[in-house]
């Protein structure tokens, strides 16, 4: 007897994604047009590919589901390899447009690898604690000291396929430099104290000097960065580091933000292009049409903030500042669980791809709980939300590693 056969049926976009950017990742993953796209999401039944194994099946509808399309995998004995499109009683074929496309990205992946936190709040508040303490009483001379535990404590404690992350990186190596900024940082308060104009020229220098930090830190980070004993590592040049991380950052202040999509895109698309893991280079297979759709929300927001600033007479002092908050908040939600999503699920290795499926309702819920708790607690609830933000990122990441990945394993045993 055969194996059972699937077709993918799209049934239309989940509770809480943007449409607009659903169809545009839906556009970028299967190479549709604007308008294909447009008459897909309309129809009132879609079959994306049919006679998918059980296996292939299941990976097309969680990649689909994780870009924010509810797909469902019907057991129906059809043999047509088309994309049938019925739409008030039309019925046309697109399989060339999509069904290429779905074989190269989903074929050879064959196993979902969930990221696990399995770390607590009571365990981190106690390193919490004792890195506060260390560091009020080193009037922050031991920070290095504090952040590399808590560095290693998140790494150890997320694990993907049972086997935790680990961060092996000396406290003193990182003194030197810490040592150099809190002396500059003092220098610097001590000119706007005395002379604005050096005041900000100590302040044009220290914002040169962040690319060439950031490259030095990224680059430190991954190195002690390992995974079954395998560590990370960057190619990349200073100059590159500049272009990005101070050249676009001015571009937005110049543009009034309104080149923060792209900027951001551009960010991403360095971050994860320059990265390695051993001898396997992560790559990015994303456009910046989806980053561009998230633009109007910002305008939005700014034109708001613009208004409460103009009618400040007529508005009380409290309401346009909850507003604004509130605004800003929300839009910081709305972005940041879509730019996750744009990010990771447009990165992969010659190991596989991953996977995250961020949703706002969940996102919102979690962050305005952590404010609440913490502003309740005067703060010290802050290690529980550090914990819980983790295990939200872990639970809602996955990797897709193909069989590559299982002889890599292999060859470590």
């Known amino acids: 007897?055969?194996?059972?056969?699937?077709?993918?049926?799209?049934?239309?976009?989940?509770k809480g994604f943007d449409s607009s950017l659903v169809k545009a990742q839906f556009a970028s993953l299967f190479k549709l047009s604007p308008v294909r796209v447009e008459r897909i999401f309309k129809s009132s039944r879609v079959t994306l590919k049919n006679n998918a194994n059980e296996q292939l099946a299941n990976i097309i509808v969680a990649r689909l589901f994780a870009m924010g399309v509810i797909a469902d995998k019907c057991l129906v004995p059809v043999t047509s390899n088309a994309i049938t499109v019925q739409d008030a009683g039309e019925t046309s074929s697109e399989a060339f447009a999509m069904h290429q496309p779905v074989e190269f990205l989903y074929g050879e992946h064959i196993r979902r690898i969930p990221f696990v936190f399995t770390g607590t709040g009571r365990e981190y508040c106690q390193i919490w604690l004792v890195n506060l303490l260390v560091c009020l009483l080193s009037a922050g001379v031991l920070y290095p000291w504090a952040q590399v535990r808590s560095l290693r404590y998140f790494y150890q404690h997320t694990q993907l396929d049972h086997i935790a992350f680990d961060y092996s990186s000396n406290p003193q190596k990182i003194y030197l430099i810490q040592f150099i900024l809190i002396a500059y940082g003092l220098g610097l308060i001590y000119a706007f104290v005395h002379n604005l104009l050096y005041g900000l020229l100590g302040l044009l220098l220290l914002i040169s000097f962040l690319p060439f930090y950031w490259f030095k830190h990224s680059t430190f980070q991954l190195r002690h960065s390992t995974y079954r004993h395998v560590s990370f590592h960057e190619v990349t040049s200073v100059k590159d580091a500049y272009l990005t991380f101070l050249g676009w950052p001015l571009i937005i202040l110049l543009t009034a933000s309104l080149a923060a999509p792209y900027a951001i895109f551009t960010m991403h698309k360095y971050w994860a292009s320059t990265k390695w893991f051993g001898v396997y280079q992560f790559s990015v297979e994303s456009s910046s049409k989806p980053y561009l759709a998230l633009l109007p929300l910002l305008v939005i927001a700014e034109l708001a903030t613009l208004a409460c600033v103009y009618w400040d007479k007529y508005l009380p002092l409290w309401f346009s500042t909850l507003a604004i908050v509130t605004l800003w908040l929300l839009l910081f939600m709305r972005w940041r669980v879509s730019l996750v999503n744009l990010h990771w699920n447009s990165v992969s290795c010659q190991l596989g791809y991953f996977v995250a499926?961020?949703?706002?309702?969940?996102?919102?819920?979690?962050?305005?709980?952590?404010?609440?708790?913490?502003?309740?607690?005067?703060?010290?609830?802050?290690?529980?939300?550090?914990v819980r933000s983790a295990q939200y990122k872990a639970s809602h990441l996955a990797f897709f590693a193909n069989q590559r990945f299982k002889k890599w394993q292999r060859s470590l045993d």
């Open 1 to 14: 007897m055969s194996a059972p056969q699937f077709n993918i049926v799209f049934r239309g976009v989940r």
């Open 357 to 386: 499926t961020w949703d706002l309702p969940s996102y919102r819920k979690l962050v305005l709980q952590n404010i609440c708790f913490c502003i309740l607690s005067l703060g010290f609830y802050w290690p529980w939300a550090k």
